[in-house]
């Protein structure tokens, strides 16, 4: 399971000592400001396929339970694991806690593990 460090350094491809890392993050502007031309950085797809994917799931969420909901879920969430590494187990254990009526809907945590992690591209 892929570990992610809740606010801590190096969250936002910021190297805490150097300021934007350019190998993870892509081209730095002169602001300081860094991007990917086309949304794609050739050497990082398999990455980007990762984070595409986790994108199109929050939006599968925040189309289940609405935007709103899940955004007073994601403070929460930051709140409770602030500084601490957490899973995406933790991230989803959390979740279908917080929003129960989801797993009445069938969206248990095995069938998001394998619509959404286990299987290579994006759920119908």
């Known amino acids: 399971m892929k570990g992610v460090l809740i606010g801590g ?12 890392n350019m190998e993870r993050t892509g081209q730095v502007s002169d ?3 860094s991007m990917v031309k086309h ?4 050497d990082k797809t398999f990455m980007q396929v990762h984070y595409l ?11 289940e339970v609405g935007d709103q909901q899940l955004i007073d879920f ?3 969430f930051v709140k409770k694991y ?4 957490v899973l995406s187990q933790d991230f989803l254990q959390m979740f279908l806690i917080t929003f129960p009526h989801m797993e009445r809907k069938g969206l248990t945590l095995s069938a998001i593990y394998a619509d ?7 759920p119908e």
């Open 9 to 20: 350094p190096g969250a936002c491809g910021i190297d805490p000592v150097g300021g934007p």
């Open 31 to 33: 602001s300081g400001s």
């Open 39 to 42: 949304a794609l950085n050739p």
């Open 53 to 63: 994917k986790g994108y199109f799931l929050l939006r599968f969420l925040a189309s």
């Open 74 to 76: 994601f403070r929460v």
């Open 82 to 85: 602030h500084g601490q590494l």
């Open 116 to 122: 959404w992690l286990d299987r290579p591209g994006i």
